[in-house]
């Protein structure tokens, strides 16, 4: 799908201000291969913004009208790293997150979306 040519801010109050009519709404001129490669290459949706001078919420609206599905991981690592460093029982997650460059919490909720246990640590309470 081909955006059309947009109307930038300044032309568009000058319109307006001018008593002209538009039909429609502005529409943004982005470079459909070229915002699809970005995104889907992980490129952060900041530096999207900056490229294309666009806001997050337009980062959103094209997303979605290229059909370009969510991105589920933010952060790139390496799982077969992640697996051998889990199965390692000497590994605590904080050295887990230090070594491929997470937070401890994604080491965790990767832990969880895995479908992996959680790792026994410590001395269980008696009462």
């Known amino acids: 799908m081909v ?5 930038d801010t300044v032309k568009f109050a000058e319109l307006y201000s001018s008593g002209g009519t538009m039909i429609g709404r502005p ?16 490129v952060p949706i900041i530096d999207i ?3 294309f001078g666009i ?11 290229l059909n370009i599905p969510k991105r589920r ?3 790139k690592f390496d799982q077969n790293e992640y697996m051998k460093l889990y199965r390692d029982d000497h590994v605590t997650y904080q050295q887990m ?3 491929l460059g997470i937070s401890k919490w994604l080491v965790k909720e990767t ?11 410590g001395l ?3 009462r």
């Open 27 to 42: 529409r943004l001129k982005v470079n459909t291969a070229e915002f699809t490669k970005m995104y889907n290459n992980g």
């Open 49 to 51: 913004v900056k490229h």
């Open 73 to 75: 991981w933010r952060v």
């Open 3 to 7: 955006m059309h040519d947009y109307i």
């Open 97 to 99: 997150s230090e070594h």
């Open 55 to 65: 806001s997050k919420s337009t980062v959103r609206s094209v997303r979605i009208e």
């Open 111 to 121: 832990r969880k979306r895995l479908g992996l246990s959680a790792r026994k640590r």
């Open 124 to 126: 269980k309470r008696v």
